[in-house]
């Protein structure tokens, strides 16, 4: 296995030859459990090029990277699972440890993510949870409890564990600070570590978690039903989301006292359906029924169900453009009906028109692989002196927005009783126009070095072009709140043109911590300084 692994991966390194002897298996087998097998060490000169093609998750090679070792890491779990992780270390060390999260049930190594983060000099890990699958793919998990538990949280926290040990040995010194960045999943697994293991970062970059995971999968099958089954009389059809949209934007960019074509505060758009309602002179490719209107009316609304119990929050108004995913097919996204196939009820022939409360009910109860991130107690956390910097997408189609606002409220509640402050260690910020992790609509600004953002930029990228400094990137942000006790009291979120730093920076603007917002004061919508967090 050995010898295969390292054919596959020789290929996508090396640029140059870095002679660094210490860049060897030798060096790690002696420290390793019997349990751990060191599958390669391989040097890798300046400008070098990594990634693998048979990591199906994450297939695009890292590049421009700095001189590193490479190392991959083999675990075994349990008798019928293991785990695989990447652990890079950089020949210009910034004496910090970086740890980087995966993407829905995807199982690879994050090698983009990697990659960015070896740019600013930290030795980085990445985990395959164990499989090797595509995001929206989770019939690995058939049958393979063990395998679920890699998932849920076994493959990042072993990883992390061993792959402190072996920097140590490596460096011949010890970590000064330890981070996590991840978004999505990544998210969820960042604040999973905290609540398993308080000392295992100083500080953590969580986006749009998917923390909730009994409740997260579930509605995503609920959210499906509503606009199911196509050929019904309430399904709305992909090719009228676009209208919704308009009309949402029509209805909600104002309120905020800007018609910028973002809508920094949904939540205060008294949003009027009606407006959309088909009459007789109406175009139907721009209007909606009476039964669409029931549709739209449940996607725009918290989930709620048996004896009016809350199960999870709605997607925002302005979130549209990522409807396709959820919403756009002839049955709910697989992220929702796989887990209670392969996940919860290990029966495929599951069929979702069966969906009730009762599947939520006993994804609470069995909470596979015991991947819901709902301890609300991070006072240990805090208490080392631990700092959480949590951001999300307003626009986001994949994870509603809420469920970022809910969780931090609850980690208040459970707190600020016993006299616990959030805002000197753990800070939401709330992204206007971004969608699910990356990207936005309307030119929004939203790149600010979060998890798997370098990535969409380029295969090279890393912090911000052009602006590498703690206002403008939040992994920076992080290390200064957490090495010199500087708070941010925003990040500045940019839009490059067409997503390419080449391109030039079209929009820049302020986020500021929850329940803030930006606020226009004057000058330029497109220029930060125009904005104050009010």
């Not at 973002?262 to 009027?272: D, E, G, R, Y």
């Not at 609470?364 to 991070?378: E, I, K, S």
């Not at 959030?422 to 600004?445: E, I, K, T």
Request: hydrophobic share 40%; aromatic share 12%; net charge negative.
């Amino acid at each position: 296995m050995e010898l295969k692994l390292l054919s596959l991966l020789i290929s996508f390194c090396c640029l140059g030859t870095l002679a660094a002897p210490q860049c060897a298996t030798s060096v790690f087998d002696p420290i390793l459990p019997g349990n751990a097998t060191v599958l390669y060490a391989i040097p890798n000169g300046s400008n070098s090029t990594f990634g693998s093609q048979h990591d199906i998750a994450y297939p695009t090679n890292a590049t421009n990277l700095p001189a590193f070792c490479a190392v991959l890491v083999n675990v075994t779990s349990s008798p019928s699972s293991s785990f695989t992780f990447a652990l890079w270390l950089p020949q210009n060390w910034n004496d910090r440890f970086l740890a980087v999260g995966n993407g829905g049930f995807a199982g690879g190594v994050n090698y983009l993510d990697m990659g960015a983060g070896l740019q600013y000099g930290f030795a980085v890990i990445s985990t395959d949870t164990g499989h090797n699958s595509t995001s929206a793919d989770g019939t690995w998990a058939l049958n393979s409890p063990e395998r679920v538990t890699d998932w849920g949280y076994r493959a990042m926290h072993g990883s992390i564990v061993l792959a402190k040990q072996m920097i140590t040995t490596y460096y011949s010194s010890a970590i000064k600070f330890s981070y996590y960045s991840g978004c999505s999943t990544g998210g969820r697994q960042g604040l999973k570590e905290i609540q398993l293991d308080p000392s295992s970062f100083d500080g953590v970059l969580a986006g749009a978690p998917a923390w909730w995971t009994s409740h997260l999968q579930t509605w995503t099958v609920k959210l499906g039903t509503y606009n199911l089954p196509a050929n019904s009389s309430t399904h709305i059809p992909p090719s009228l989301f676009p209208a919704i949209s308009a009309e949402v934007f029509r209805q909600c960019d104002p309120i905020d006292g800007l018609t910028d074509g973002i809508i920094s505060t949904p939540a205060s758009c008294a949003f009027n359906y009606d407006a959309l309602l088909c009459t007789p002179s109406s175009n139907t490719s721009a209007c909606l029924t009476s039964p669409q209107l029931s549709t739209l009316y449940h996607i725009y609304n918290n989930y709620i169900d048996t004896n009016q119990t809350f199960v999870f929050p709605h997607l925002e108004l302005g979130s549209e453009a990522q409807w396709p995913v959820l919403l756009g097919s002839p049955s709910p996204n697989p992220l929702g009906t796989q887990y209670v196939q392969d996940f919860l009820l290990n029966d495929p022939t599951w069929p979702w028109q069966s969906f009730d409360y009762s599947i939520v009910q006993l994804a609470d109860q069995l909470d596979p692989g015991n991947a819901t991130a709902d301890d609300f107690d991070l006072a240990p956390f805090s208490a080392r002196g631990g700092k959480l910097l949590h951001y999300h997408g307003l626009s986001d189609g994949l994870i509603a927005t809420g469920s970022s606002p809910y969780f931090y409220s609850h980690v208040l509640r459970t707190l600020v009783p016993r006299g616990l402050d959030l805002p000197s260690w753990y800070r939401l910020f709330l992204v206007p126009g971004m969608q699910h992790c990356a990207n936005s609509v309307n030119d929004a600004p939203w790149y600010f070095a979060g998890a798997n953002q370098a990535g969409v930029l380029g295969s090279g990228v890393h912090s911000v072009p052009g602006f590498s400094d703690a206002r403008h990137d939040a992994l920076l942000a992080l290390m200064a709140w957490v090495e010199e006790g500087e708070a941010p009291e925003e990040i500045v979120a940019t839009k490059f043109a067409n997503d390419r730093v080449a391109g030039g920076v079209v929009r820049q603007r302020p986020l500021c911590p929850y329940p803030g917002r930006a606020v226009f004061v004057n000058g330029s919508v497109d220029e930060a300084g125009s904005f104050v967090c009010g």
